[in-house]
């Protein structure tokens, strides 16, 4: 089989294509071939030896995948050779096939192709988690979406308006901005050349119910000032490259919240509520990943370099029968 592979740590352009033996499942694992995967920031900094979780050269990156199962293993009662899945991973997704704990599987719904269900998974359940029980964003509230571009952001427009939430998108460039006003945000902020505290003070004069940050740096401090008193700022990733430092000062003056995102700090009832509702969203078709740009499997450098230099509008896709 093909499998991307990284050799040693470094940028995109440290990748290779390699023929690999197929693997083979073990007892509670299933093979499943990907049929399209997306490139996330998170794979760019695996790949640099810079995320917080390292794997050691040499390794196949790629950590979001859909396809269709084509072998099981032992003890994976319930699934069959041919099921569609989607499916996450901290490695491994760029390659023809992947070898995957059954547990960790979706079943893809039959209306849902293969490039969405690639899409949807990471930024979709990050965004709505984020925003339904971190944030606890509702009708009414007036939502700051930082990197409204991207991924995550994206998704996160789309999923506080269909929460009954007003969106103030902040991003890099009118192409951007254009692809969330799209999706439902009604106040567009260019962050490039412009203060933002002050077009933040403009556009939410009364302040915001809460922020959705994925970027981290210069841009979250002016965000977090333009909170309303008892609103909500919550971390969800640095794909700036800087961790921001924010004066403790703005909490107390402003007695707001500042709250970090993790899949498992998420209470196991909501969690389960969430990923019910988020699933309806997807089949009802009221929600719909923005797919910004597609690669073949011999392009993955390129698509890891769209993500890594901030050029993505909404979800880069590997599909692999390119």
């Not at 352009?13 to 499943?32: D, F, S």
């Not at 939502?143 to 994206?154: D, H, K, Q, T």
């Not at 933002?196 to 210069?218: I, M, Q, S």
């Amino acid at each position: 089989m093909r499998a991307v592979v990284c050799p040693e740590y470094g940028s995109p352009e440290v990748l290779r294509i390699e023929r690999r033996p197929l693997p083979r499942p073990g007892a509670g694992q299933v093979r499943v071939r990907v049929r399209a995967a997306a490139a996330n920031f998170p794979d760019v900094l695996l790949i640099a030896g810079r995320y917080q979780i390292t794997v050691a050269p040499p390794f196949v990156p790629g950590s979001e995948f859909a396809g269709y199962i084509t072998e099981l293993g032992p003890r994976c009662a319930g699934l069959a050779v041919g099921d569609r899945v989607s499916g996450t991973g901290l490695y491994g997704a760029f390659a023809d096939e992947i070898v995957v704990p059954a547990t960790g599987l979706t079943p893809i719904a039959g209306d849902v192709d293969d490039r969405t269900a690639a899409a949807f998974g990471v930024a979709y359940r990050t965004a709505y988690h984020s925003l339904r029980s971190v944030a606890r964003v509702g009708p009414g509230d007036t939502v700051i979406v930082l990197g409204a571009g991207g991924g995550v952001g994206l998704a996160a427009v789309q999923l506080a308006v269909t929460l009954g939430a007003e969106v103030v998108a902040v991003a890099s460039s009118p192409e951007k901005l254009t692809a969330a006003a799209s999706y439902g945000a009604t106040r567009l902020i260019d962050h490039r050349g412009t203060d933002l505290r002050a077009a933040l003070r403009t556009a939410v004069p009364d302040g915001a119910t809460a922020v959705l940050d994925p970027v981290g740096g210069e841009l979250a401090e002016p965000a977090l000032r333009a909170l309303s008193r008892g609103g909500r700022f919550v971390t969800i990733g640095y794909a700036s490259g800087t961790v921001p430092r924010i004066p403790l000062n703005l909490i107390l003056i402003k007695g707001v919240q500042v709250l970090g995102f993790q899949f498992g700090d998420i209470d196991p009832v909501e969690f389960a509520r969430n990923e019910r509702e988020l699933a309806g969203l997807l089949s009802e078709g009221r929600v719909t990943p923005h797919i910004g740009a597609v690669f073949p499997l011999a392009d993955a450098a390129a698509a890891l370099g769209t993500v890594a230099a901030g050029r993505s509008v909404g979800k880069v896709l590997i599909d692999l029968d390119l």
